[in-house]
């Protein structure tokens, strides 16, 4: 597993970090009170106790990678992060982008985000939307972001396959997870998205 090693350093130095988080609704925290920046932010303070963190999230709904690459100067890049989350996927399989384009827009934010070499990148899948047909679409946009992790040797939160794992064991369900959309996470898949994110910082 990759890890996000240049941040891991900092935080056990103790040196203050600042994370940005991109992405659609899912980086927003749609329709709940604590979202998985919430849950993020409270694990790895409990985990680094010692450090100053700051957590700056730019998620908006019904956001698409495009509009991610457009907007991360201003957004992201302005407050010098020392790592960045990107989380996209499931408003571009629906809203008409080709998994090359998808592919093209993170590729791009990516670079752009590299072009500081001090900071790290970590790339996020979104929600398990169940045993279905339009789950298989949806994750072969993640795999976009799986094979552009192994290309830019980043590390890669696999959420959906957090989720379906948990599912899996018995230890929840499918509706446990979602909201009445069927897509958008209840807090307790917020809680689990973050969990598989901190899996990077252990």
């Known amino acids: 597993m990759i890890k996000p090693s240049r941040i891991i350093d900092k935080l056990r130095s103790g040196t203050p970090v600042t994370i940005a988080a991109i992405g659609d609704s899912l980086t ?6 604590k ?22 999230a730019r998620g908006v709904p019904g956001d698409t990678a495009d509009s991610g690459a457009y907007r991360l100067k201003w957004d992201i890049l302005e407050y010098r992060p020392d790592c960045v989350l990107i989380q996209y996927g499931i408003n571009d399989a629906f809203m008409g982008f080709t998994t090359g ?10 670079e752009d985000i590299k072009a500081d070499p001090e900071a790290d990148v970590i790339l996020l899948t979104s929600s398990y939307i169940g045993d279905n047909e339009e789950n298989g679409f949806v994750e072969e946009f993640y795999q976009q972001l799986i094979e552009l992790g192994a290309e830019f040797n980043l590390p890669v939160s696999l959420t959906h396959r957090y989720w379906k794992d948990k599912i899996d064991n018995g230890e929840t369900d499918f509706l446990s997870l979602v909201q009445y959309d069927m897509v958008h996470p209840t807090e307790l ?3 689990l998205m973050a969990e598989a994110l901190m899996l990077l910082f252990e």
């Open 101 to 110: 384009q998808f592919r093209g827009y993170i590729r791009k934010i990516i």
């Open 35 to 56: 979202g998985y920046i919430d849950f993020f932010k409270a694990m790895l303070q409990k985990q680094y106790p010692q450090n100053r963190i700051n957590i700056i």
């Open 189 to 191: 898949g917020y809680r």
């Open 28 to 33: 927003a925290g749609w329709m709940v009170r």
